[in-house]
């Protein structure tokens, strides 16, 4: 019998009126029903043609795009509207779940942690394992690119791949998007047999935008880690707000298609097999059940084509603000009447954020025209900047009783200068989410959260969990949990 206790995946939170529960893993208590993918209930259409270089798109919505790897194929190439047929509920889906599978991926990521073994043998290194799902969205000649979740890979020390046809190959982490729970993973096509090779395919890509409620659901994805599986259901909703624990709100897809841990980063699919969004979360409650969610594709294809295109800069040369920082999360943000971003707690002297003006007390909101809404995104943002980049953050300052924006220009810094300028600040910043820090708001309020380093060396944090209490708070009667 498999032993769930010890086995542990990351978690998210909250609809707009429950409260979030973001975890770094998520446990195998029995508690948690199985981790398989779902599968719809519509058995109708088949796959589209499938491009062997890139995702591809039906539809017109939001999601498609000009540019990108991810492309969008005119609407005259696929019939979206449902026939007859398609109005009707059948069983048997696994025409279009064998057509799609070899599109979808188990992910398993390993992480190294330090504990004690014993008081004889002191402190050995441990390796956590966490599993989660990925779907292929585009292929190169050397390249095999998968989406899937941030939370599924976030802090992985090394991560292994696993197709349809069960060969496995070692990933490396392309680009994260923390705000949006989105990441790339890319595998070396030169690490895979021709077998491989000839049996997986990019996914073909649907619109979400012209999703109808009621309309069948397939989810695929690793159950608990244990390889993939499907459940089916219907298109419950769509435009759902749902905000995290961490203080993002995003726009979801909701299913009462099963998705539990090991689902996240897998596939929701049409009635076609087309993929029509990434599955992301489940509203966990003991009254709750069939509350399912995806982000929906449309939204995620232009982040994943940034993602692909962009290149990470090396530690070593990477750009510094030179700050501590809090995630104000949207909850605080409306409870205290503050705007929603990263508070700053504390400005290193000497450093970038310091030279270009920056303050205690004020809450970053926009870096070089992208919205920041948490310090997770912060930080996975200032992956892609080089030390001497110039750029524009906004930052709301307190004047009065009231928040005033200002743009300031700042030159990042490498680590060694925010090393030698910001020494005297940056012990403060490695907290990995362990410590709490104070933000007063209105000079009589306070927030409890996990003080995180940004662009300050020394700080150790991954960009885990922000958690908080509002005083006064219910809390809400679910929780939202991240599934990996």
């Not at 599986?229 to 203080?247: F, L, P």
């Not at 809450?363 to 980049?389: C, K, N, P």
Request: hydrophobic share 30%; with cysteine.
């Amino acid at each position: 019998m498999a032993d769930f206790q010890n086995m542990n995946f990351p978690d998210t939170n909250g609809t707009s009126a429950p409260k979030a529960k973001t975890k770094k893993w998520f446990s195998f208590p029995l508690k948690v029903a199985a981790i398989a993918a779902a599968v719809g209930l519509v058995a109708a259409a088949v796959f589209g043609h499938l491009n062997t270089t890139s995702a591809q798109t039906t539809g017109t919505g939001s999601g498609g795009s000009d540019t990108g790897i991810l492309q969008t194929v005119a609407s005259g190439d696929a019939d979206s509207s449902s026939s007859g047929s398609d109005k009707v509920a059948a069983v048997d889906v696994s025409s279009v779940v064998e057509d799609a599978m070899p599109s979808i991926v188990a992910i398993n990521c390993y992480y190294e942690e330090t504990g004690t073994y014993s008081m004889l043998t002191g402190e050995r290194d441990e390796a956590t394992e966490g599993a989660g799902s990925g779907i292929i969205v585009a292929q190169t000649d050397d390249t095999l690119y998968i989406a899937t979740n941030n939370h599924v890979v976030d802090g992985a020390d090394s991560i292994k791949v696993t197709f349809s046809n069960e060969a496995s190959a070692d990933a490396t982490i392309k680009g994260t998007d923390a705000d949006d729970d989105l990441a790339v993973v890319s595998v070396k096509t030169s690490d895979l047999s021709s077998d491989t090779l000839s049996s997986i395919k990019v996914a073909t890509l649907g619109d979400s935008d012209s999703l109808k409620v009621g309309e069948s659901a397939i989810a695929i994805g690793n159950a608990l880690g244990y390889g993939q599986s499907v459940t089916t259901g219907v298109i419950s909703a769509t435009g759902r707000k749902v905000e995290t624990e961490d203080g993002t709100t995003g726009t979801y897809i909701q299913t009462d298609a099963a998705i539990n841990p090991g689902n996240s980063g897998g596939a929701l699919l049409n009635s076609k097999g087309e993929v029509i969004g990434i599955n992301s979360a489940k509203l966990s409650d003991t009254s709750v059940e069939g509350m399912g969610y995806a982000i929906p594709i449309n939204t995620a294809i232009p982040i994943i084509n940034q993602l692909i295109q962009s290149e990470t800069v090396s530690e070593a040369d990477r750009g510094y603000l030179g700050i501590s920082g809090i995630s104000v999360t949207s909850s605080i943000a409306e409870s205290y009447d503050i705007p929603q971003g990263v508070y700053v707690s504390e400005v290193a002297e000497g450093s970038a954020a310091e030279s270009a003006g920056m303050q205690q007390g004020d809450i970053i909101v926009e870096f070089d025209g992208h919205t920041v809404s948490s310090m997770d995104g912060l930080q996975s943002l200032m992956q892609y900047y080089a030390s001497g980049t110039t750029v524009d953050v906004v930052v709301e300052r307190k004047s009065g009783d009231s928040y005033t924006k200002k743009t300031l220009s700042v030159t990042l810094q490498s680590s060694s200068d925010s090393s030698s300028e910001g020494s005297s600040s940056s012990s403060s910043e490695g907290s990995q989410g362990s410590s709490s820090s104070q933000m007063p708001s209105d000079g009589s309020s306070q927030y409890g959260g996990s003080q995180q380093g940004a662009g300050v060396p020394g700080s150790t944090s991954q960009g885990g969990s922000y958690s908080q209490e509002i005083p006064g708070s219910s809390g809400g009667s679910g929780s939202m949990q991240v599934m990996p």
